[in-house]
């Protein structure tokens, strides 16, 4: 009876010890499952310069997106980035490459993935602004002009699933992306981005995207929290990625380049 005894309490501190140490261990990866992403617009290239359309298509970084891309850099310079990506078009991965040697991450391998691209523009790729979007903006009441001012008034009316529809629908080639085939891909790349993170326990990811490509992806992951915000040329949204939740902390922010 004595030795049934002691081996029930030997069970039972057992359990004990094992189920604290058990629960320490879930408390540590809950505070470690936080993921912290910087998504960053890439830095102005030459189409951004002449007002052309630029989504597949692809034009080099000027001297001013250069000098972004290093200013930023040298702003994130006390942050570690475990990961980093952007996709195959060189705009954004030129960016990328100088952002991470201007912050001290030069050894961070750059991943690629398509969905990080800008929409593709079909036929409208390379043309004039004007020619892709007056179409647009006229259909729905509004005016295009150089200020974009009632570009907020279009996406408020439409959203960018009505944009996206539209020039694909206006596309003379019909080879421009659909709103469904634009958030396919895009919400695969997050996807990625987030099975990687978890894999290899990183805290700091770095993706470096487009200008229609980020709201669109904040639509996707974090619903209703962009609201019509500026996305200029190397600025950085930061989202917070906890238990399965992101949450976006700020939006467009030109600290580092200003």
């Known amino acids: ?16 010890v094992l189920g604290g140490w058990n629960t320490d261990e879930v408390e540590a990866a809950k505070k470690n499952d936080e993921i912290t992403i910087y998504l960053v617009r890439h830095g102005k290239t030459f189409f951004n310069t002449t007002g052309q359309v630029q989504g597949f298509a692809d034009s080099p970084l000027t001297d001013k997106g250069i000098s972004q891309a290093k200013k930023l850099g040298t702003g994130l310079k006390n942050i570690k980035f475990d990961l980093a990506y952007s996709s195959d078009l ?38 004039t602004n004007e020619e892709m979007w ?47 085939e634009i958030t396919t891909r895009g919400q695969a790349a997050m996807n990625k981005v987030i099975k990687d993170a978890k894999k290899q326990k990183a805290k700091n990811v770095m993706i470096v995207s487009s200008g229609s490509m980020i709201p669109t992806l904040l639509e996707l992951i974090a619903p209703g929290e962009y609201d019509g915000e500026t996305i200029d040329n190397c600025s950085v949204t930061t989202l917070k990625y906890k238990a399965g939740k992101y949450s976006v902390k700020k939006i467009g922010d030109m600290q580092y380049v200003e």
């Open 1 to 16: 009876m004595k030795k049934i005894v002691g081996v029930l309490l030997a069970c039972v501190v057992g359990i004990t």
């Open 90 to 127: 060189g705009r954004q991965r030129n960016t990328a490459k100088l952002i991470l040697a201007k912050s001290g991450n030069s050894k961070t391998e750059l991943l690629e993935h398509d969905g990080f691209k800008e929409w593709n523009y079909g036929g409208y790729e390379g043309k």
């Open 134 to 180: 007056t179409p647009v903006f006229e259909k729905n009441g509004f005016k295009m002009d150089e200020e974009w001012s009632d570009y907020g008034k279009l996406v408020e009316k439409i959203g960018d699933e009505g944009i996206a529809n539209s020039i694909a629908e206006n596309d003379p080639l019909k080879a421009a992306e659909t709103y469904d």
